[in-house]
T-cell receptor, first 110, second 111 residues
Framework: GQQLNQSPQSMFIQEGEDVSMNCTSS?????WLWYKQDPGEGPVLLIA?????ELTSNGRLTAQFGITRKDSFLNISASIPSDVGIYFC??????????FGTGTRLTIIP | DAGVTQSPTHLIKTRGQQVTLRCSPK?????VSWYQQALGQGPQFIFQ???????QRGNFPDRFSGHQFPNYSSELNVNALLLGDSALYLC??????????FGNGTRLTVT
């Protein structure tokens, strides 16, 4: 099945660093979502974006809905140990299914 | 307020067998979707149920079927299991147009 292109595939950073990741699609979406998944658990919604150009924050997380409607970006500022996990973007058109990205695995180096 | 609950958490089956997975949606949600997540990949959409009917279906064979009950809970059935069906099966609920909320999944292993 289709998956969105998400980069980077993995990141190794030190605590306190900022993180940036992005997601691109060949199709347009009218909703972009960012989820985080910890081992043995389901994805947890972090941020939802509903309008092209929208910039939304949730604490240290900031996400943007790309102007072309084919991409989205997630930034995490001042990373902490609990940020470790896999981050997935997901696009949605109207109320149809979610199409997920390939995931970005975030690891914090002690 | 209980979130999405799935049962069982783990399951081991043999090729050719049939399996039923269960999901209770988050309180107030009326739509249930099922996703398959293979190891190292993002979730893939299987199908969505609303008002006890299948509304949308992903690219999965007819061996995958489902049901939604009047209390909005749902079942996913997979017949004639193949080794490739081994995955984490995620249930998600929503009250459209709100975003999906996921359960912790059922880990299915087919041997």
């Amino acid at each position: 099945g289709q998956q969105l292109n998400q980069s980077p595939q993995s990141m190794f950073i030190q605590e306190g660093e900022d993180v940036s990741m992005n997601c691109t699609s060949s199709s347009i979406f009218n909703t972009w979502l960012w989820y985080k998944q910890d081992p043995g658990e389901g994805p947890v919604l972090l941020i939802a974006l509903y309008k092209a150009g929208e910039l939304t924050s949730n604490g240290r997380l900031t996400a943007q809905f790309g102007i072309t409607r084919k991409d989205s970006f997630l930034n995490i500022s001042a990373s902490i140990p609990s940020d470790v996990g896999i981050y997935f973007c997901a696009g949605q058109y109207e109320n149809e299914k979610l199409t997920f990205g390939t995931g970005t695995r975030l690891t914090i180096i002690p | 307020d209980a979130g999405v609950t799935q049962s069982p958490t783990h399951l081991i089956k043999t090729r050719g067998q049939q399996v039923t997975l269960r999901c209770s949606p988050k309180s107030g949600h009326d739509t249930v979707s099922w996703y398959q997540q293979a190891l190292g990949q993002g979730p893939q959409f299987i199908f969505q149920y609303y008002e006890e009917e299948e509304r949308q279906r992903g690219n999965f064979p007819d061996r995958f079927s489902g049901h939604q009950f009047p209390n909005y809970s749902s079942e996913l059935n997979v017949n004639a299991l193949l080794l490739g069906d081994s995955a984490l099966y995620l249930c998600a609920s929503s009250l459209i147009p709100s975003p999906l909320h996921f359960g912790n999944g059922t880990r299915l292993t087919v041997t």
